[in-house]
């Protein structure tokens, strides 16, 4: 490589540098005109650069369209600290589910707006078998994002839902409903709201002063799953509760025996 050309790759490099850090240091978002002005590079060179920031989730648009700092940095702080701790505690009750189910097991956190998924123990079947950790799922398609929505983790969304599918809920009223069912019952359900014969379950993971600060969920095939959709409920509450018990220290009460999955 020639001189010139890794000197212009270095300059290239330093000015994506420079927009991304811009963002992140920015008390809020950026309009486009505003990171040119800042950055004072020509406007074709900005698009260009944002462009590719965009694809490697490094910015991201909010809904006006302006500049924010991308999910890229959303899913490392989900990993590290203070997170770091809660997955090596789940670990454990993830891989037993993992085997007792044969499905996928997600364990995700409230990021802002967003559901991050900061662990998964992959499904024994081929069919089902994916790695959601750095797939964007929106919240009100996924049962871990209900399960937030549900228990005030995540704050519920004000602008218009997406529909994924026809099964999806686009509307406010419907997921506050959602909510209250899910609440009462005591997991969340998606039922091929992300996608055509997909379901997934999950329960809310509690914390040190009994706010709920994880959730904890499966997904798998329609056609396995949904004829087991309160076994399995039940069964993820059973562990969400041990795994409770851990982040919160001990309590008096003593945990019920484990609910019996059937195969």
Known sequence: MSGASTGSGTQAVDRAAQLVSTVVHADEPLTFAELQDASGLAKSTTSRMLAALERTGLVERDADGSFVAGSLFWLYAARHDPWEELVRLARPAMEQIGDETGETVHL??????KVVQVAQVDSRYLLGTRDWTEVEVPPHCSALGKVLYAWGALAMPTGPLEASTDATITSYEGLRRDGVLTRKR??????????????????????VRGDVVAALGLSGPTARLEDRLDELGKHLAYHAAQLSTLLRGPTKSQMADSPRLTH
Not at 186 to 198: F, N, Q
């Open 108 to 113: 995700s956190v409230a990021r802002g707006e």
């Open 186 to 207: 005591g997991w969340a359900l998606t039922d091929g709201e992300l996608e055509i014969g997909l379901t997934g379950v999950a329960v809310p993971v509690e914390g």
